[in-house]
């Protein structure tokens, strides 16, 4: 669940401004609280119609296939990826084209922070077009539900910015994927409030914090993460919290003992363990488990990639397909692509000695100067590697952060 809201009085002051299908007033804006670093797209309210529009006729809204999925990005096999699938709630026929705007937005949002920024090809992308008969989803607390397809409430368990979903809905109107899958599912709502690591991640799609209550969710949810503020529960079964503290973790080898004294590049300071009010230590003075808007810290960012890796591969394939092979191919490997300079590596090797491939990226070797003779045969292996020192658990690197591909030439 997102922290507590320092601004939630102008925020639903703001609510309300655009309910009356207002222009919000710039001064406005100006008095809402700054975020301690605004990562992602502008965090201003979308100003479109919120208000009811004509309800359509209706239909058995419950009903699996009901709505159209649109794939937004594809950067591999299903098979091979993890899907992130958006769908919303409370958005009526007439309010599809916010649904798409509110979406866009999200996703964009999750793919400015980091690790995800990096690691963006390893996700697809989809939205559900889910019609409701009515607008908007139940805002108060104990307010009766609202027949919504996707069931999304706030004042779950009693929290007001608790927002939670019918999982079992949102599960059949999401389908199936040829891979693993995260559903995330959008209120129309401009309230703040959402809710992650449970099988729905939701969040208010018209909030002007969504891009930052993403970036929170997704942590509980991808990388198993728990809440760093001094409120949440004292629960320490998460890599980013832990009841002991640094000599301990040290002495121990746990939690995150590797990062100790290491520095965040990205101005997170120093890595160790920070007492919260609740009595459990995180590893650093503020990050994004902590306060909307922060950047994970280094031990939240590994557990996220290593979560990635538990689910997608670093090799997408490769050709001719390992084994044995007869003439004198070029052998290929496709690695999985990163975003932005750096790539896995790939390492050629020839009966065990290393060679260099003539290709920039590493991705082939010609195999025309390797004819072994008739009856013999030759041993060409290619292991790709994600070398990224964001990783610093290096039996976990071995298990799932690296692949080797074997073909045999057949003399
Ligand atoms: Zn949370």
């Excluded at 009903?63 to 950067?75: D, H, M, Q």
């Excluded at 989803?137 to 929290?159: A, K, N, S």
């Excluded at 914090?209 to 320490?236: C, F, K, M, N, W």
């Excluded at 301990?248 to 939690?255: A, D, F, I, V």
Aim: hydrophobic fraction near 35%.
């Amino acid at each position: 669940m997102p922290p507590g809201n320092p601004g939630r009085l102008v925020r639903s002051l703001a609510a309300f401004v655009l309910l009356s299908a207002a222009i919000l007033p710039a001064a406005l804006e100006v008095a809402a609280p700054a975020p301690s670093a605004v990562i992602g797209p502008p965090a201003g309210p979308i100003t479109a119609d919120r208000s009811a529009a004509p309800a359509p006729d209706r239909v058995d809204l419950r009903a699996p296939g009901a709505a159209p999925s649109v794939e937004i990005r594809r950067t591999g096999d299903p098979a091979n990826r993890i899907t992130l699938v958006l769908l919303g709630d409370g958005y009526t026929a007439g309010q599809q084209g916010l649904f798409r705007e509110e979406a866009d937005r999200a996703w964009r949002a999750l793919m400015d922070i980091e690790p995800f920024r990096t690691y963006q090809n390893f996700f697809n992308i989809r939205r559900v077009e889910v019609v409701s008969p009515v607008s908007g989803i139940v805002e108060g607390d104990g307010g009766r539900p609202t027949d919504t397809p996707l069931g999304m409430h706030f004042w779950c368990e009693g929290t007001a910015r608790l927002l939670c979903a019918d999982e079992d809905a949102t599960a059949r109107y999401a389908g199936e994927d040829a891979g693993p899958q995260y559903l995330i599912a959008l209120a129309n709502s401009t309230e703040y409030g959402g809710a992650g690591g449970t099988g729905v991640t939701t969040l208010s799609g018209g909030s002007p914090d969504a891009g930052r209550i993403i970036q929170h969710e997704i942590g509980h949810t991808v990388g198993d993460l728990g809440d760093e503020y001094d409120s949440a529960p004292t629960d320490a079964g998460y890599p980013n919290l832990a009841t002991v503290d640094a000599d301990e973790m040290l002495r121990s080898k746990t939690k995150w003992w590797r990062w100790l004294g290491a520095t965040s590049p990205d101005g997170g300071g120093t890595i160790g363990a920070y007492r919260s009010a609740n009595g459990l230590y995180r590893p650093t003075a503020d990050s994004v488990m902590r306060t909307l808007g922060g950047s994970y810290n280094l031990p939240s960012r590994e557990a996220i990639i290593e979560q990635i890796y538990r689910r997608v591969h670093p090799l997408d394939g490769a050709v001719p397909a390992p084994g044995p092979v007869a003439g004198h191919p070029r052998l290929q490997v496709s690695p999985v692509p990163l975003s932005g300079p750096r790539q896995l590596r790939v390492d050629w090797a020839v009966d065990g000695r290393p060679v260099a491939s003539p290709a920039p990226d590493g991705t082939w070797l010609d195999t025309a100067a390797l004819a072994p003779a008739p009856g013999k045969k030759i041993t060409v292996t290619a292991t790709v590697t994600d070398t990224t020192d964001w990783v610093r658990d290096e039996a976990f690197r071995s298990r799932y952060m690296t692949r080797e591909v074997t073909w045999t030439l057949i003399g």
